[in-house]
């Protein structure tokens, strides 16, 4: 089945402690994204991908890493997560310029 | 934990009757455009797209106008069932050069089908 998987599914942690989230596909997309949602403000974008070893900053980078070593994979990275960062996270990976696939969420509270 | 669909616009239609929701898009050097459905706790999921070589698109029970000139794109679903009860988001698509490729997602519309 052609999905994208992101876990954990839900995620309690403390500021400062270290986390990362994975997501993954089996589309063979190129293109894969990190989006936030937060009540009354949307989907923002966190950061992209357009290839392997190409990431760069979307509209509210700060505080997230990523990397793309392998087409499939896309983990987002909090070094030292704050309490501003609990939110609503969705991968989606995709075709370049072509509609997007989600992933199911994490649920991130940060203490 | 707070729902991502309080807040937002909210749309009640009488179940079998049609819904139209709209959405605004910001960036005229957008090409394509496309709806989503996200229902409570899960991701958005694909409903319907358009480029903008097209003004409509049908899909099944869904359509998709789009008027360029003053930078609008509606959905359309006909008879309008309670599993359609859902957050709506609109979304457009433009490169900005270098190959790039931006998404935009507008904050989405709530639709409640009333029994």
């Known amino acids: 089945e052609a999905q994208v998987t992101q876990n954990p599914r839900y995620l309690i942690t403390v500021t400062g402690k270290k986390l990362t989230v994975t997501c993954s596909q089996n589309?063979?997309?190129?293109?894969m994204s990190w989006y936030r949602q937060d009540p009354g403000l949307g989907l923002r974008q966190i950061y992209y991908s357009m290839n392997v070893e190409v990431t760069d900053k979307g509209d509210v980078p700060e505080g997230y890493k990523v990397s793309r070593k392998e087409k499939r994979n896309f983990p987002l990275i909090l070094e030292s997560p704050s309490p501003n960062q609990t939110s609503l996270y969705f991968c989606?990976?995709?075709?370049?310029?072509?509609?997007?696939?989600f992933g199911p969420g994490t649920r991130l509270t940060v203490l | 934990g707070e729902s991502v669909g309080l807040h937002l616009p909210t749309l009640s239609v009488q179940e079998g009757d049609n819904s139209i929701i709209n959405c605004a898009y910001s960036n005229s050097a957008s090409d394509y455009f496309i709806w989503y459905k996200q229902e409570s706790g899960k991701g958005p999921q694909f409903i319907i797209d358009?480029?903008?070589?097209?003004d409509k698109r049908q899909g099944q029970r869904v359509t998709v106008l789009l008027n360029k000139t003053v930078k609008h794109l509606s959905l359309q679903i006909a008879a309008t069932q309670p599993g359609d009860s859902a957050v709506y988001l609109c979304?457009?698509?433009?490169?900005?050069?270098?190959?790039?490729?931006?998404?935009?997602f507008g904050t989405g519309t709530r639709l409640k089908v009333l029994a």
């Open positions: 358009i480029r903008s070589n097209m």
């Open positions: 989606a990976s995709s075709f370049m310029g072509n509609t997007q696939y």
């Open positions: 589309m063979n997309h190129e293109y």
């Open positions: 979304a457009e698509n433009y490169s900005p050069g270098s190959g790039t490729y931006k998404y935009i």
